[in-house]
């Protein structure tokens, strides 16, 4: 098992994620507790340490079959994360009572690592208001009191509320958890988030590292690409040797579904082989490839701003459809247009056409935006 050190500790770098575990009958809710718990042994026995749940994750049962089974080993042979629910609004006052259930159903006296849930668009206010909500503060003193060994938090969001969140508690955080792939390192602006982190010295930790299992499999003509660099290499290893050449990733978690997932990324995990410069490059050049179909070219160069009498954020809301429309759906769209007005949403476009007058790209924006308003439903 590779590890990195944070701190005053190691940690090994592939972390057991706890949102896809192995389920009965394809109810995401019902978990197969046997099969999970012999996950969590060959996990434990093979070096891995670091385990990570959540308050939502299958309905609210991961905590309870993650606190089982990790009950049967020593409390010092592993570290367990968690994290406050902000992704609810019914959640947002109710910090104490949840952090308290969630020890409970874990079955320990404190956690390793906690942290704010997804940082984004919809729940950035309230997270930054302490003074009505009191997250903060609660958090603050509960890793004060030693219930909380490490404070930090996940992130959806855009630059911007990356941005204003470490403005407000950067200097608190001391770890920052982004879905960060080959391709999300410009889909999503991943290079630019991790540089920011770097800035403020704040360690990445890794979620969606196989983009919920699009990177596990591709097309011939990429398996073929990379094939040819490394024919020993499996597929979804290329994902993670892409994380290990990133020097600021610490944990790269991987929400397994089975067994044989997990002995897979164990096998990867077993050596480092990081990429050279001309595979870093080959990787992101079929990025770019991969990411170019059934997308829009923009560039966010605000042309079209200027000339739209409904002063849309145009290149915002094709950013927005490019991730829903590669992704197939999904929650990121939805979530960040949830914290827009009605009158700044795709539908609110008039089809006036001005934009599309002064678009270097001559991209048919107001298609765009009608299409994205018909998937959104």
């Excluded at 406050?84 to 320990?108: A, C, H, M, T």
């Excluded at 956690?111 to 003074?131: G, K, Q, R, T, W």
């Excluded at 196989?210 to 290893?237: D, F, H, M, V, W």
């Excluded at 290990?244 to 790269?252: A, K, Y």
Aim: net charge negative; aromatic share 12%.
């Amino acid at each position: 098992m590779i590890y990195r050190d944070f701190q005053d500790i190691r940690l090994s770098a592939l972390g057991f994620g706890a949102m896809r575990l192995p389920v009965i009958g394809g109810d995401d809710s019902k978990i197969d507790e046997a099969a999970a718990l012999h996950m969590v042994d060959t996990a434990m026995k093979e070096g891995i340490n670091y385990y990570d749940t959540a308050w939502g994750y299958h309905s609210g049962n991961s905590e309870l079959v993650m606190g089982k089974a990790l009950a049967r080993y020593p409390r010092e042979d592993f570290y367990l994360a968690t994290k406050f629910p902000g992704y609810d609004p019914s959640n947002w006052g109710k910090v104490e009572e949840i952090f308290e259930r969630q020890l409970e159903k874990l079955g320990v006296d404190y956690f390793d690592f906690y942290l704010f849930h997804n940082v984004c668009e919809m729940n950035i206010d309230a997270y930054l208001d302490d003074e009505k909500y009191g997250i903060y503060s609660y958090l603050i003193k509960q890793k004060q009191n030693g219930r909380i060994k490490h404070l930090g938090f996940s992130c959806h969001g855009s630059m911007d509320v990356l941005k204003r969140f470490l403005d407000a508690y950067g200097k608190d955080m001391e770890f920052c958890q982004l879905q960060l792939n080959y391709l999300d390192w410009t889909f999503q602006g991943g290079k630019d988030k991790v540089a920011l982190l770097d800035e403020w010295n704040i360690p990445v930790w890794v979620m969606e590292p196989l983009r919920g299992g699009k990177l596990a499999q591709l097309a011939p003509e990429y398996e073929n690409e990379l094939k040819k660099l490394r024919p020993e290499e499996e597929i979804p290893a290329w994902a993670f040797r892409f994380l290990e050449s990133i020097p600021s990733v610490t944990v790269i978690l991987s929400g397994m579904s089975n067994e044989e997932q997990l002995v897979d990324n164990l096998k990867t995990f077993s050596e480092e082989k990081t990429l050279s410069e001309s595979e870093m490059n080959a990787v992101l050049g079929m990025a770019e490839k991969m990411l170019s179909v059934g997308t829009v070219p923009c560039t966010s160069c605000h042309y079209c701003v200027s000339h739209c009498p409904q002063e849309l954020d145009i290149p915002g809301l094709l950013n927005l459809y490019n991730e829903h429309a590669y992704t197939g759906g999904g929650f990121i769209a939805p979530m960040a247009l949830s914290a827009l007005s009605e009158d700044k949403r795709p539908q609110a476009c008039i089809q006036c056409r001005s934009c599309e007058e002064v678009c270097p790209q001559q991209i048919k924006i107001s298609e765009v935006l009608a299409d994205f308003s018909e998937k959104l439903g």
